[in-house]
């Protein structure tokens, strides 16, 4: 039988390594969907229950493969369901392919069911490389080059292939004008390195300062080592943006934990009194929450210009890969003999988990949110992976979760989208499936999607050689986070119509699907619940009841916050006496370790 453009699609991921496609049907590309099924589903077609899903695992698997991750949609409605997904690629640097379908070319420009101007519609967020096929000769190239520019520019690109056209024998290009030809798969790794003369700079302003910090994100995470040796050596303290989470251990005694509101007081402490300021693979845009202007003396190491020298005022900006340009830098780095900063940063580490602990152990109405990812941290095998929804879940994955030994984790850091953290533990659990996988997700999310997607982890964890998965549900019945940026920022209190969550029992769906399912409602079940998840033969749900009126007050809450949640109580917030009671506990936590 003759091969079609869709077997040859498939054969050519097949020849990339890609091992599965996160998809949902639809008769756009039903040339693919027969293609699948002739090559004995390989690579996999794992079906989610919504094509923004699809995304967001394909964006989950490529975050903790280090992998193209590639998701598939059909034409018109399909593909408009991926945007969010591939949004969310784009904003946090990672490597998708999407590929969807279109109506037949002989419809285009017809106005014919289901067709969409996707050239228009995925101009921006696939703006690195974008293509329709419209006959057979542009592939193998077309594909090629969407899965090479999405390694190399770590970001999302997209490749349109019409219904029709799926269908065709397959042409290969020939050696003529007008025709593309393509090369084989490769690995395009490299380790770039700035010019000696740059390389002398950076390590001029380093020696020369006596109170270093170093920043890092999610580009330092093959350079874990060489930033540890440039600690060592320079005496500095290292923070962590909120995608470099899991690049260091948060054992080491100078490691300062997550900057910024989600942050920790160690790492505001570091940048508020650094002189010296290293940025490894990070594009933090907060700049309030580094060194005054003028403070400090800045060098920065990144692989996009485009991203280089715009978060703060660096003095030297080194455009090269982290782990090749510190290893260049590491032998024209003198080491500081005066310990005294390196001794107060580790001090006031030790003093913020200290702080986290006497928090997470504060009595709550019924549980206190913190202690469920403290209690966590206390049992979480060393080689797991953690995703984390956004809203206040990643407020405590941002400060209470200990990151040791291989552990991993990540969550939508620039979007900030709600909905990745089931999906994200999806596309993990395929990316490795011999490793545990932990979601922390508000019930908020889980509403959104979450529960739904419990049935695609109910459908393929069979396939995995370790079956656990476990979605911590922190059930308070509030859209939390949106709640006390209500009250910190706008002074406002909680609008009920907006905030309030139906409830449900998550562990009964859990239950009803054939996942183990836990309920705990007071913090003496919560060690046990998370033993008897992390040990379970299945994914898990452990459904948490715990109190929304446990702030996530920020290490250095300003005034104005403080004033504003303040207006918010006297305007009549629902909760306002239980509020400002969890409120001045947890304060006064932190007040009473800093002193």
């Keep these: 039988m003759a091969e079609t453009v869709a077997n040859h699609v498939l054969s050519r991921l097949r020849d990339w390594g890609v091992e599965q496609v996160f998809a949902y049907p639809g008769d756009g590309i039903n040339g693919l969907v027969a ?4 090559s004995d589903n390989q690579p996999r077609f794992v079906q989610s229950r919504h094509e923004e899903m699809s995304a967001f695992e394909a964006v989950g698997y490529a975050k903790f493969s280090g992998q193209v991750g590639v998701c598939m949609a059909t034409s018109g409605p399909g593909a408009i369901h991926l945007l969010n997904g591939l949004y969310d690629a784009k904003l946090d640097h990672v490597p998708v392919v999407a ?10 420009g017809g106005s014919y069911q289901q067709e969409v101007d996707l050239q228009t519609l995925f101009k921006d967020v696939a703006s690195e490389y974008l293509v329709e096929v419209n006959v057979s000769e542009q592939l193998p190239n077309a594909l090629d080059r969407a899965i090479r520019t999405a390694q190399v520019r770590r970001a999302p690109t997209a490749l349109i292939i019409p219904a029709d056209l799926q269908e065709e024998e397959y042409s290969p290009p020939e050696h003529v004008f007008k025709q593309v030809p393509s090369s084989p798969p490769a690995d395009l790794r490299s380790l770039a390195v700035p010019p000696e003369e740059e390389i002398a700079r950076a390590a001029e302003v380093l020696n020369s300062g006596s109170k270093v910090a170093i920043l890092v994100g999610q580009g330092a995470r093959n350079a874990a080592e060489e930033v540890c040796q440039v600690a060592e050596v320079t005496g500095a303290g290292v923070a962590k943006a909120l995608l470099g989470k899991d ?5 080491l005694p100078y490691v300062t934990g997550s900057i910024g509101l989600l942050g920790t007081r160690a790492s505001y402490e570091l940048m508020r009194d650094c002189d010296t300021l290293l940025i490894v693979g990070s594009s933090f845009p907060y700049t309030q929450f580094l060194p005054d202007f003028g403070q400090a003396r800045a060098v920065q190491i990144d692989l996009d210009p485009g991203l280089i020298g715009m978060r703060y005022p660096t003095e030297v900006n080194l455009l090269g890969d982290a782990r090749g340009t510190l290893a260049a830098l590491l032998p024209r780095l003198t080491r500081k003999d005066d310990r005294s900063w390196r001794e107060t940063v580790e001090k006031n580490v ?8 006497h928090q997470a152990m504060l009595e709550a109405k019924p549980v206190n949110p913190m202690r469920i990812v403290w209690e966590l941290s206390q049992r979480i095998p060393e080689n797991a992976i953690v995703t984390s929804d956004s809203g206040s879940a990643a407020n405590w994955y941002a400060r209470d979760l200990r990151i040791r030994g291989d552990i991993r984790g990540s969550l939508s850091g620039n979007l900030a989208t709600m909905g990745p953290g089931v999906p994200y533990a999806i596309g993990a659990k395929f990316a490795h499936p011999d490793r545990p996988v932990i979601a922390l997700v508000g019930d908020g999310a889980m509403q959104m999607n979450g529960m739904a997607e419990l049935l695609t982890i109910s459908r393929y964890y069979q396939l995995w050689s370790d079956p656990r998965c476990v979605i911590c549900v922190f059930h308070n019945n509030d859209l939390n986070q949106v709640t006390w940026e209500l009250r910190a920022m706008g002074g406002e209190p909680k609008f009920e119509e907006s905030q309030a969550l139906p409830e449900v029992s998550y562990a009964d769906f859990a239950a009803g699907i054939g996942l183990e399912a836990v309920t705990v409602d007071g913090p003496d079940q919560l060690g046990p619940a998370w033993e008897r998840a992390l040990n379970a033969d299945r994914p898990a749900v452990l459904d948490v009841r715990c109190d929304p009126e446990v702030p996530p007050i920020p290490p250095h809450a300003t005034w104005e916050q403080m004033k504003a949640t303040a207006q918010s109580v006297l305007k009549g917030d629902p909760n306002a006496w239980h509020l ?16």
């Design 35 to 38: 293609a699948f099924g002739e």
């Design 99 to 108: 590929i969807v379908g279109q109506t037949a070319r002989s419809a285009m």
């Design 247 to 251: 690049v260091l251990s948060d054992d």
């Design 350 to 357: 030790a003093r913020w988990w200290e702080t986290v602990e």
């Design 580 to 595: 400002m009671v969890q409120g001045a506990k947890t304060k006064a936590q932190e007040l009473r370790r800093g002193r």
